[in-house]
């Protein structure tokens, strides 16, 4: 992902209905999502003019919108054709797309009530997948203590700023300990995910991910595991107990921004890229850059 100053570079942005020049698109500091993390948000990518499964992240949008207690004000094709109009204003065909939403500053509560609720979408150039050092080293994540909340006290499929803010808390714990990252538990102790991406383990010649429990289902996670069933391999969907960390040969995670990244290590346990992950990466790659909407 791109760093540097995201308050201050060229473009423009989405916002609540028209394309504003990026350094003017700005909201009032006290307003619920900045102070309660009702903020919902996605994150898209575009590969050589067209965007990959621009629908189904946009239903998700809305259906996390829904389950943190609101509802957006536009529907998913309006949605979609802001997303083209903010693509093609930025004249990027490569790139990261940033659709969020937001209730406003009516109330200063809880309850969101009939606050406003506000939408934005930003494109910034972005480098597909991991940089290259860590294609070739893989990374290293911790294996946190650390649990995803039970769907009864936070829902674990929105894309929120609540929930997002739980793994920035476990990630900045890893990366201080030596960590690129760290998987994280379910609500039940088993294996979850990293702390904002899905994982793939090779144990057994079968390829094995964690059930989305208390996290989310992640739309590059799917699509990998029917890239991979298309190839005759075995995916097995379970609770995968910490315990078995013995037992993985090799090692990946899922997600928008990481596309498929080799892990190659995990605590104190050395791992190889192996063949599951280079298929799994090599079949990404080409079905990204071959499926997806045109934008025009």
Request: overall charge neutral; proline content about 4%; charged content about 25%.
């Amino acid at each position: 992902m791109q760093m540097g100053d995201f308050a201050d570079r060229d473009g423009t942005i989405w916002f609540d209905g028209r394309l504003v020049p990026w350094r003017e698109a700005q909201t009032h500091v006290m307003n619920q999502g900045l102070h309660y993390g009702a903020t919902v948000f996605e994150g898209e990518r575009t590969y050589g003019g067209r965007i990959f499964r621009l629908t189904e992240h946009t239903e998700r949008l809305i259906a996390s919108a829904r389950a943190m207690g609101y509802e957006l004000p536009y529907s998913c094709g309006e949605i979609e054709l802001a997303t083209m109009q903010a693509i093609k204003a930025s004249g990027l065909r490569d790139g990261y797309v940033r659709p969020f939403a937001w209730p406003g500053s009516r109330y200063m509560d809880l309850l969101i009530r009939d606050n406003e609720i506000h939408l934005a979408i930003a494109v910034w150039g972005v480098r597909a997948g991991p940089d290259e050092s860590t294609r070739r080293r893989g990374l290293r994540l911790q294996l946190s203590e650390g649990r995803r909340p039970d769907d009864a006290t936070l829902p674990g499929a929105a894309k929120s700023a609540a929930s997002w803010a739980i793994g920035g808390v476990v990630r900045e714990a890893a990366v201080r300990a030596g960590f690129d990252d760290a998987i994280m538990l379910n609500p039940q102790g088993n294996l979850a995910g990293t702390t904002g991406a899905n994982l793939f383990l090779g144990i057994d010649g079968a390829l094995h991910t964690p059930l989305p429990k208390g996290y989310i289902d992640g739309i590059t996670r799917r699509t990998v595991i029917d890239l991979m069933k298309r190839r005759g391999i075995e995916v097995i969907e379970r609770d995968i107990a910490p315990g078995e960390i013995d037992s993985i040969r090799e090692a990946f995670i899922t997600g928008t921004a990481a596309e498929v990244t080799p892990v190659t290590r995990i605590g104190n346990r050395s791992l190889s890229i192996g063949t599951f992950t280079r298929k799994a990466t090599a079949d990404y790659h080409d079905l990204v850059r071959s499926e997806g909407e045109l934008i025009n």
